[in-house]
């Protein structure tokens, strides 16, 4: 009795009408996720290394952000970027949260 008020639809009828389950994931395709495993840089500044660790798990304290305000270089963007273009450096590196921090 059940089955004549249900219609069966297709997947992809679902997906369409779900809309974001059907969306493209720019983030996986134009970002390429490379862990670092091994901390050459910032060997000798264990401070350093103590805020990298709290900013990829996602524990931004009001300590860690004044500490990283402390370290931006004070040049635009786009100077570095022209910099790093002409001395033909590779591209620039952006550190993310490894977890959502909501």
Request: charged fraction near 25%.
């Amino acid at each position: 009795m059940v089955n004549q008020y249900l219609k069966k639809i297709s997947n992809k009828l679902v997906k369409t009408r779900l809309g974001a389950a059907n969306a493209v994931n720019k983030w996986k395709e134009t970002v390429e996720f490379v862990e670092l495993t091994i901390n050459e840089r910032q060997k000798g500044d264990k401070t350093f290394i103590k805020m990298l660790n709290f900013v990829w798990h996602g524990c931004l304290t009001d300590e860690t952000i004044d500490m990283l305000k402390s370290r931006v270089f004070k040049v635009s963007i786009q100077e570095s970027y022209n910099e790093w273009e002409s001395e033909g450096t590779n591209p620039t590196i952006c550190l993310f949260s490894k977890v959502d921090t909501c």
